[in-house]
């Protein structure tokens, strides 16, 4: 599809990919037990509305599987905490548009939302229900931060390509995990691959 603004043409592509979050945060000393990160999945659907020139802009709505493992009194756990997650980048596409294979640069701003939170373990003071209030009474359910990574298109026949993307998401507010630590912050290293379509003639 192209839209046409004040003699611009801009080209939409939209797509799905998905892949593994290798989520982790910026402490690993908690009340609870040492922590550690938690692979997990994430995948979804993005729109990218380029312009005549090597920058475009993005914007996905995911689903992102985030939280830690716990090696704690009694044992060990898991808190599987899952959010919708809406980044908003800037790419800049490093070679000509014509090109098969299309390499790319991005940054932006991710906003997430929680969706979910399970606590699944042996270690003592955990729920046994699961629920995450007994290990996290206190956590923030929103976060926000900041995206870089790198993107490789590779053109298939009748406007579809495959795409493969690698980035870091870099929590910026307090997740309010421990009430003795200062601040808990989000850092989560993705990998993903998926299928686009450029839409229009």
């Known amino acids: 599809m192209l839209i046409a603004t004040s003699g611009i043409e801009a080209q939409v592509a939209v797509g799905l990919r998905s892949g593994l979050n290798f989520a982790n945060v910026s402490s690993s000393e908690f009340a609870f037990g040492r922590s550690s990160g938690r692979t997990a999945f994430t995948g979804g659907a993005f729109l990218t509305v380029a312009g005549s020139g090597s920058l475009a802009f993005q914007t996905e709505l995911l689903y992102s599987q985030k939280g830690i493992s716990i090696l704690g009194e009694g044992g060990s756990a898991v808190a599987n905490i899952d959010y919708v997650e809406v980044p908003v980048l800037l790419r800049l596409r490093l ?22 939170c399970a606590a699944v373990g042996t270690i003592v003071g955990l729920d046994p ?10 956590r923030g359910e929103t976060d926000a931060g900041a995206v870089i990574g790198g993107r490789l298109d590779y053109g298939l026949a009748r406007r579809w390509f495959l795409t493969l993307d690698a980035r870091l998401n870099q929590g910026f507010l307090n997740l309010n995990w421990d009430e003795d630590i200062d601040s808990v912050r989000s850092h989560v290293w993705a990998v993903s691959g998926g299928v686009g379509l450029l839409l229009g003639a």
């Open 95 to 116: 070679s000509d548009e014509a090109n098969r294979l299309r390499p790319h640069l991005f940054a932006g701003m991710f906003l997430s939302f929680e969706a979910s």
């Open 129 to 138: 229900g699961g629920d995450c209030v007994s290990l996290l009474p206190g």
